[in-house]
């Protein structure tokens, strides 16, 4: 059972809140974000430019709050996942996967145990939704990877929809980039969505980081039948939000189109994509589709996925198609599900 609050994840805001119910001197604040962030200190006893006293103090209430991972498989193309557990008491387990390239380190990371969308080719949308992470079980998560220090890339792809838990995720982001916290460039961290809008508009208000849209159909009637969002939140409407705001070489957006053989790569779904994206500077990312099992959907043949990537590059749009790894392990997109690893499955 654990009984004091981590420390880890806390904005600056946040710590200047424990600072002050400490009677820590103001500047405590940013020494504390000094030990947490930068130095990445292990212990509170560690922080050796705050009192003995107010050591004493905030190690009575507050611990780091790193925490180790509990599993880790490596897939035979070098792809690694690490499964963390979360939740505190009501125990939830996430999965965040570091792929390792020639001069970069992306880690995949996780938002939500589960997931409450339901997006029909996706493993974690078949846990239903178990639990949002804390800013801190996010950036546990990097703190908690082997030689995390080499990391070059975050991508917020993994469990979970990053929109769904809002202010966790812009806390997160906020420790990442600030001068204060982990100093990251923006540009080395990309959010995916499946295009929740009021969340949408604070993280295009609030950020500065690149944004991947989930879009696998232009049309509103076949996207609704693979992901439920369309419902509520037609990609028409979020793509107008995402063209009133500038991508430049700065900040990027990016669509994401997993294709699925005969359902939505002929040329007539190329030229409604066009449509649809023309005149502004996006690109598309093309994936494919891993199967997963009792699921009737199969992915596009490389060759139709040459073809369909031609087919949008004839028509101006910036297109990709995005490799896969780790399918071995189950690591690879719309793959994860941290059951599985589990005992006995997912409870
Ligand atoms: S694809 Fe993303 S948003 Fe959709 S169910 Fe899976 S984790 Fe959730």
Same mark, same amino acid.
């Given at each position: 059972?654990?009984?004091?609050r981590?420390?880890?994840?806390k904005?600056?805001?946040?710590l200047e809140?424990v600072?002050?119910?400490?009677?820590?001197?103001g500047?405590?604040?940013?020494q504390?974000?000094?030990?947490?962030?930068?130095?990445?200190?292990?212990?509170?006893g560690?922080?050796?430019?705050?009192?003995?006293?107010?050591?004493a103090?905030?190690?009575e209430r507050?611990?780091v709050?790193?925490?180790?991972?509990?599993?880790a498989?490596?897939?035979k193309?070098?792809a690694?996942?690490?499964?963390f557990?979360v939740?505190?008491?009501?125990?939830?387990?996430?999965?965040?996967?570091?792929?390792p390239?020639?001069?970069r380190?992306?880690?995949?990371?996780?938002?939500?145990?589960?997931c409450?969308?339901g997006?029909k080719?996706?493993?974690?949308?078949?846990?239903?939704?178990?639990?949002?992470?804390?800013?801190?079980?996010i950036i546990?998560q990097?703190?908690g990877?082997?030689?995390?220090?080499q990391?070059?890339?975050?991508?917020f792809?993994?469990?979970?929809?990053?929109?769904?838990?809002?202010?966790?995720?812009?806390?997160?982001?906020?420790?990442?980039?600030?001068?204060?916290?982990m100093?990251w460039?923006?540009?080395?961290?990309?959010?995916?969505?499946?295009?929740?809008l009021?969340?949408?508009?604070?993280?295009?208000?609030?950020s500065?980081c690149h944004?991947?849209?989930s879009?696998?159909?232009?049309?509103?009637d076949?996207?609704?039948?693979?992901?439920?969002v369309?419902?509520?939140?037609?990609?028409?409407?979020?793509?107008? %939000?995402?063209?009133?705001?500038?991508? =430049?070489?700065q $900040?990027?957006v990016?669509? @994401?189109? *997993? #294709?699925?053989?005969g359902l939505?790569?002929?040329?007539r779904?190329?030229?409604a994509?066009?449509?649809l994206l023309?005149?502004f500077?996006?690109?598309?990312n093309?994936?494919?589709f891993?199967r997963?099992?009792?699921?009737?959907l199969r992915g596009?043949p490389?060759?139709?996925?040459e073809?369909?990537?031609?087919? %949008?590059?004839?028509r101006?749009?910036l =297109?990709?198609? $995005?490799a896969?790894?780790? @399918?071995? *392990? #189950?690591?690879a997109?719309?793959?994860l599900s941290?059951?599985a690893?589990?005992?006995?499955?997912?409870s």
């Open positions: 059972m654990e009984h004091k981590a420390l880890l994840g904005t600056l805001a946040g809140q600072a002050a119910e400490l009677s820590m001197p500047f405590a604040a940013r504390l974000a000094g030990w947490l962030y930068r130095r990445r200190v292990a212990d509170i560690g922080m050796s430019n705050l009192s003995a006293a107010h050591r103090m905030l190690a507050y611990d709050g790193v925490r180790p991972f509990s599993a498989q490596e897939s193309d070098g690694q996942k690490y499964l557990a939740g505190g008491e009501k125990r939830a387990y996430v999965e965040s996967v570091l792929i390239e020639a001069g380190a992306t880690l995949c990371l996780s938002s939500q145990a589960g409450p969308m997006c080719f996706c493993m974690t949308a078949r846990m239903g939704f178990r639990h949002n992470l804390t800013s801190g079980e546990n990097i703190f990877v082997p030689r995390s220090g990391l070059t890339n975050l991508v792809m993994g469990m979970g929809e990053p929109m769904s838990n809002i202010d966790s995720l812009l806390e997160s982001l906020e420790v990442i980039t600030a001068p204060w916290g100093g460039s923006p540009a080395r961290v990309t959010v995916s969505t499946v295009g929740v009021p969340a949408l508009r604070r993280f295009l208000d609030e500065r944004l991947a849209v879009l696998h159909s232009p049309f509103a076949e996207r609704r039948a693979l992901m439920p369309q419902k509520a939140f037609p990609a028409e409407d979020v793509v107008a %939000l995402i063209r009133r705001y500038r991508w =430049t070489g $900040r990027r990016s669509f @994401e189109y *997993i #294709l699925f053989d939505n790569d002929t040329p779904h190329a030229a994509l066009a449509r023309g005149g500077e996006c690109r598309v093309l994936i494919r891993h997963i099992p009792g699921s009737e596009s490389p060759q139709a996925m073809r369909f990537k031609e087919m %949008l590059l004839q101006g749009l =297109t990709t198609i $995005r896969s790894r780790g @399918e071995d *392990i #189950l690591a997109c719309g793959m941290a059951g690893e589990l005992p006995g499955g997912a």
